[in-house]
């Protein structure tokens, strides 16, 4: 089966991209056959910057996309959100992928599940 999780929060603020990213995991660890992709659009788009530092006992949002890659997930992010956002590909963690909304769009159709946060 095909899931795929849009997020749309920023990484920190609210538990929206923390929820997400943790059922994407719990999924793709459930059955690894599975496909996982995360699209991360709007202000989700810095969850993919490369380097955070975030305090002992907080959760960090880029170790926890390592581990959707490491099960053979995808990350992809909004490049029209990405510019908006002065974000450049050469900040983004290593695996993450700009993308646009015809692959949106592609991602979405061949989806057995789209979930939304």
């Known amino acids: 089966m095909n899931t795929l999780?849009?997020?749309?929060?920023?990484?920190?603020?609210?538990?929206?991209?923390?929820?997400?990213?943790?059922?994407?995991?719990?999924?793709?660890?459930?059955?690894?056959?599975?496909?996982?992709?995360?699209?991360?659009?709007?202000?989700?788009?810095?969850?993919?910057?490369?380097?955070?530092?975030?305090?002992?006992?907080?959760y960090n949002v880029e170790r926890m996309l390592k581990r959707v890659l490491a099960g053979n997930g995808k990350v992809l992010l909004c490049g029209t959100c990405m510019d908006a956002r002065g974000l450049d590909e050469a900040a983004l963690m290593p695996g993450t992928r700009r993308s646009t909304m015809d692959e949106l769009a592609t991602e979405t159709a061949t989806a057995d599940k789209v979930l939304v946060f």
């Open 5 to 58: 999780f849009i997020l749309n929060d920023p990484p920190f603020g609210t538990e929206r991209v923390y929820n997400g990213l943790r059922l994407a995991h719990a999924l793709a660890k459930k059955d690894p056959q599975a496909g996982v992709t995360v699209f991360l659009m709007a202000d989700a788009v810095t969850s993919a910057r490369s380097g955070q530092k975030t305090p002992d006992g907080f």
